[in-house]
C-alpha cells in the first residue's frame, strides 16, 4: 500500500473504532444492576448552578427524555435543590465572578462539575479552585465528561456531498477578538498579502447575525478556521458549525494536524501546518479553487460521514447522566489549573 493508502485506512479504522466505542458509551443502561426488576430505576437531579454566559434555557419538564432521549435524567436550576441533588455544575466564567456563592454544605455523595468550554488562555488564574470539583465538562477529550463543539459520525448524506457552486469569492473569516499577539493574527496579515480573503465580525465592525453567518461563509470556497489559541484538543464552532455547517472547506489553524484527523472527518480540511509558509498555503488554495475535481474531494467524507454540532447547554449536560455511572466515585481536581494546561489531575 502506499502511505497514503495506508494512511487513508487507519483513519477509516479509527473512525469505525471511535463510532463503536460511542456506540457503546452512549446506549449502556445506566442501571446495570443484576436485579433490575427488584430495584426501581432511580432518576440521576442535575443541577446547573448559573447559566452559561446568562443565556437560559426551559428546564420544564423531563427536557433529557423531550429533546435527546435520554431517560431518567432530571435538570434544574433551582439552586435550592443543592442539597438533594445528584450532579452540581458550575460554568467557569460566571463561577469565577461569584466564588463566594458556593453552596455551603455538600452531600457526601454529591458530585461537583467544573464546566468551560474555553481554552486554558482564556480561562485565567484557576488555583483558587484547587480541590472543590469531582468532574471535569469540557472539549478535552480527557475530561470525564466530554462534550465537543463538533463531532463526526458514521453515516453519510448524499444531498450533502454537494459543494457549493463556483463563486467570486474565494475565502471569508469571521473574527470577533482579534490581538495582534495571536498566531491567527500573524498568520492572516501575511496571508492576506497573496489572496483576497473577507473579513466579517466585530473585529472590522462588520458583524454578521446568527442568520446571516453561515449563508455569508457558505459564498465563499474556503473559510479560515483559526482558533483564538492553539491548546490540546481545542476546536471550536470556528470548524464544525462555521466551516462545515455552512458547507465550504476550512484551512485550519489550532492544534496539530494529528488533532484534526482524530477527531474531524477524513480529507475534510487544509492545515495551515502542511505548507512551509503563508505563500505555499496561498498557491494551494488557488490551485483547488481553480480546479473544481480537487476541490471536490474535500467533500468526498460527506458520503461515508456527517458531523453533528452541540450548541444547546441542555443537550451537554443530558451526557452527564450518560457518563454517570461510569465515572470515577470518588475524584478530586487537586490541580485543576495544572489539568487544564494539559498536566494531571
Ligand atoms: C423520574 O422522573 C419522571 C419524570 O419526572 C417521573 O415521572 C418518575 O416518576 C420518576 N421516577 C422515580 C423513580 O422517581
Ligand atoms: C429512545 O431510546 C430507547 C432506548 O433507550 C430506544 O429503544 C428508542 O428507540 C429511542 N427512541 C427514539 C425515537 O430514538
Ligand atoms: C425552587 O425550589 C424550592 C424548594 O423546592 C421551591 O420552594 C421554589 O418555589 C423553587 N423555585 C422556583 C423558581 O421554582
Ligand atoms: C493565582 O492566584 C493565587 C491565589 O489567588 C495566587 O497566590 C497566585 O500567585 C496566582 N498565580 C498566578 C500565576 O497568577
Ligand atoms: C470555478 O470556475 C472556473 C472557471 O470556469 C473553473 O476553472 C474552476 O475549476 C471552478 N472552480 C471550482 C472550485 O468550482
Ligand atoms: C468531591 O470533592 C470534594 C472536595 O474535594 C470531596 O470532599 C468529596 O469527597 C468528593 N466527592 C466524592 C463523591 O468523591
Known sequence: MTTWAS???????LMSLSSLLYYCAFNQPLHPQKHQADVPPRNLSILLWHWPFGRSYS???????ELYNISRCLLTDNTSAHRTADVIVFHHQELMK????LPDKRPSSQHWVWMSMEPPAHLGNLTQLNGIFNWTMSYRLDADIHVPYGMTVAGGDARGSQPPPNSSCLASW??????AAQARAAFYQSLKTYIP???YGRWNQKYLSQRRLLPTIGNCLFYLSFENSQAKDYISEKLWRNAFEAGV????LGPDRETYEALAPPGSFIHVADFKSPADLAAHIKEVA??????????????????KTYTDWRERLCQICIKYRSLAAHKVYHDLQGWTKGGQV
Open 290 to 307: 481553480a480546479d473544481r475535481r480537487a476541490y471536490e474531494r474535500y467533500f468526498q467524507w460527506r458520503q461515508t460521514h456527517r458531523i
Open 249 to 252: 472547506v476550512p484551512v485550519v
Open 59 to 65: 428546564l420544564n419538564g423531563d427536557k433529557c427524555l
Open 98 to 101: 461569584r466564588l463566594s456563592l
Open 197 to 199: 480573503i473577507k473579513v
Open 7 to 13: 494512511k487513508a485506512f487507519l483513519l477509516l479504522l
Open 174 to 179: 469571521v473574527v470577533s477578538n482579534y490581538q
